[in-house]
């Protein structure tokens, strides 16, 4: 059974198509729930209650092959990230002026592995990490975010950069350690 | 170009497959799926029905309130058989003719504010003394003293013949008036309404341990909400 087929009988009521769906997006939408959730349990919260939502509204999405199930979902999670982390007052973001841009340290970044990249991800704080994720992952642009977030752009681009920078930081650092367990 | 941007975004693509992800991977997805399942079918709850409740109970606690807070009637009295200021006056009627009878006094005095009904009590310890001495004017004149609200009627009985004897030729008023009953402290005891007839008859009582809660009566006006608990072994 492929995913159209699945969403067809999941409208209609089915528990098993809904279950199969379940079953084959989760790991995914947990990965993105992960990303800006700090905590493994508040993922999983955030994870069914997506999911939720996703079966409740699911009569009203209109398929357009499997990608826009996999984009409307992961849009469902992001957002439940964003109310989440708006109920528990988690980023109090201040208006800061614009710096320059900071590149993005992609050629170290590609020797990291993906749980790597995830622990450098996850340990940023949490006004960075979201903006950082919403921007350089998720492909939202500075405008979008600041709507989402409702802050200045400005607000968003300063965050970004600080984001990279402590990104940078992090993983010379790690790449010290790294070399001084080699040397030993 | 092409080459640099798929080596950009290697590592994001990493992030966004589980595979690379033993760790974060779900463990017990049936139990997840138990719950969400469990949420999706779940019947909706009736919270206008708790509403409704809600605004009964609210509906009947105020009626109590305003029941209990509008009435104007007290719950404790005795009815005293004989009020004691008609024998206390008698011998001033015998000492002065145009007084007339007690049954006249009585009338004077019943028609006196309930204040002057404490003097009552007074009049009646003086009584003795008032035989006596006969200086019968003379302390009527300190009882009048004592007593401001008497004093008007007092007065006239004592003093002024000239304005007794029109109130004592003047024909008896048919008027109908209003007896009131003095306790043994001299105060005026209203009789039982209505309200707390029905209360004494009907109303229930509960022991505890050894105090009796009588609940409120209704219509008392000292009545203010709360019971009254009285110990067994007190004579009331």
New interface residues.
């Given amino acids: 059974m492929d995913i159209s087929e699945l969403i067809r009988e999941a409208k209609k009521g089915s528990?098993a198509a809904?279950?199969c769906l379940?079953?084959l997006l989760?790991?995914?939408m947990?990965?993105?729930c992960?990303?800006y959730v700090k905590s493994?349990e508040d993922s999983?919260e955030i994870?069914?209650d997506g999911?939720?939502k996703f079966?409740?509204n699911l009569s009203a999405f209109n398929y357009q092959g499997d990608g826009s199930v996999n984009a409307w979902l992961k849009k469902i999670m992001v957002n439940e990230c964003l109310m989440f982390l708006r109920s528990k007052h988690s980023f109090i973001i201040a208006t800061e002026q614009q710096p320059e841009e900071i590149p993005?340290p992609?050629d170290a970044?590609?020797k990291?592995?993906?749980?790597e990249?995830?622990n450098l991800?996850i340990e940023l704080p949490v006004g960075y990490r979201t903006i950082f994720n919403l921007h350089?992952?998720e492909g939202f642009t500075h405008k979008e975010i600041s709507r989402m977030l409702n802050i200045a752009e400005g607000t968003s681009k300063s965050q970004l950069n600080k984001a990279k920078l402590l990104l940078q930081k992090n993983l010379i650092k790690n790449d010290n350690e790294y070399a001084r367990q080699q040397s030993k | 170009m092409s080459m640099q941007d798929n080596s950009q975004n290697n590592w994001k693509i990493l992030l966004e497959d589980p595979q690379c992800f033993q760790d974060e991977i779900l463990n017990d997805k049936n139990e997840l799926w138990e719950r969400i399942h469990h949420k999706l079918h779940k019947k909706p709850q009736h919270k206008v029905l708790t509403w409704y409740w809600m605004a009964a109970c609210l509906l009947i606690i105020t009626i109590a309130l305003v029941a209990v807070f509008t009435t104007n009637e007290k719950k404790d009295y005795k009815v005293v058989s004989s009020p004691s200021f008609v024998k206390t006056l008698k011998p001033v009627g015998t000492q002065n003719s145009s007084i007339a009878t007690p049954k006249k006094s009585e009338n004077i005095l019943s028609q006196s504010t309930p204040k002057s009904h404490t003097a009552g009590s007074i009049e009646k310890n003086n009584l003795p003394e008032l035989k006596k001495s006969g200086e019968s004017k003379n302390i009527i004149d300190s009882i009048i003293s004592q007593l401001p609200q008497l004093a008007i009627t007092s007065t006239a009985t004592a003093n002024d013949s000239s304005t007794l004897k029109p109130m004592a030729i003047a024909p008896p008023s048919k008027k109908k008036l209003r007896v009131v009953h003095l306790n043994e402290i001299g105060q005026p005891v209203e009789e039982p309404t209505v309200n707390n007839r029905f209360a004494e008859k009907h109303g229930i009582g509960w022991r505890i341990i050894n105090a009796e809660i009588y609940n409120p009566v209704y219509g008392s006006s000292t009545n203010n909400g709360l019971l009254l608990i009285k110990p067994r072994t007190s004579s009331n």
């Fill in positions: 528990a809904q279950k379940f079953d989760s790991d995914k947990m990965l993105v992960r990303r493994y999983e994870l069914l999911f939720y079966f409740r993005l992609d970044l590609n990291l592995s993906a749980s990249i995830l991800i350089v992952i």
